[in-house]
């Protein structure tokens, strides 16, 4: 799920249960690139029991989430294992209001 801040608002999404292998961008993202009040927001999110695995490619993450007010992330796991990229992270989190992210596995 890739979505662009200032298109488009996406409130009550659940992410759940889903496998991710071998992607060479950030499997899930939103809203990159605005700070908090500076776009358009979305609320009441929730990613959980995902695996996220293979990501190839430089600067890459599981997760890159901006702008959302009431966000849920737990119980997913991301392995971001391939030796090669550089710049390796698991979960980006950026103005989010009332966030609870537990019981993830990042390797």
Known sequence: MQA??????????????????????TP???????GFGDG????NWTISDNFIDGIVGNDRSGMV????TGLTVDGNRIEHDV?????????NLDSIQ???????VID
Do not use: C
Not at 8 to 22: E, F, K, Q, S
């Open 83 to 91: 030796l090669t990229s550089l710049g390796r992270r698991g979960i």
């Open 28 to 34: 899930i993202r939103f809203g990159l690139g605005l």
């Open 98 to 104: 009332n966030g609870t992210i537990s019981g993830n």
């Open 65 to 68: 989430l901006f702008n959302v």
């Open 40 to 43: 358009i927001g979305s609320d």
């Open 4 to 25: 662009h801040a200032g298109l488009a608002t996406y409130d009550d999404l659940r992410i759940i249960n889903n496998l991710i292998v071998g992607t060479t961008d």
